[in-house]
Nanobody
Framework: QVQLEESGGGLVQAGSSLQLSCLRG????????MAWFRQAPGQEREFEAS????????RYADSVKGRFSITRDNAKAMVYLHLNNLKPEDTAVYYC???????????????WGQGTQVTVSS
């Protein structure tokens, strides 16, 4: 099993940056894909970014490509989401997720964190 815990959210001004962190606990042996999702008020949870175990492959939703960057540090059991040039529409709860499949990690991940709130003011 895998346990995930997000941190780093907060209230920021439009145009600023944040770094979200996700700590992975439990099973440290599986080569899991990791992903970030977000859920804005009144909207569905949506995929934003994913990364494979070796960091050789990353994928992004069109809405954040060029502004967000996903990285990971397996030695620290951490995955990060760097949010740049934030906009009010980026306001959402951001969730960390994990799965062994590159497809399932973007759709129905096996493991979820509890989420961290990001609020962007104009």
């Amino acid at each position: 099993q895998v346990q995930l815990e997000e941190s780093g959210g907060g209230l920021v001004q439009a145009g600023s940056s944040l770094q979200l962190s996700c700590l992975r606990g439990g099973n440290t042996f599986g080569t899991y894909w990791m992903a970030w999702f977000r859920q804005a008020p009144g909207q569905e949870r949506e995929f934003e970014a994913s990364i494979n175990w070796s960091s050789s492959t990353t994928r992004y939703a069109d809405s954040v490509k060029g502004r967000f960057s996903i990285t990971r540090d397996n030695a620290k059991a951490m995955v990060y989401l760097h949010l740049n040039n934030l906009k009010p529409e980026d306001t959402a709860v951001y969730y960390c997720a994990a799965d062994l499949s590159p497809e399932f990690v973007r759709t129905t991940p096996s493991y979820w964190g509890q989420g961290t709130q990001v609020t962007v003011s104009s």
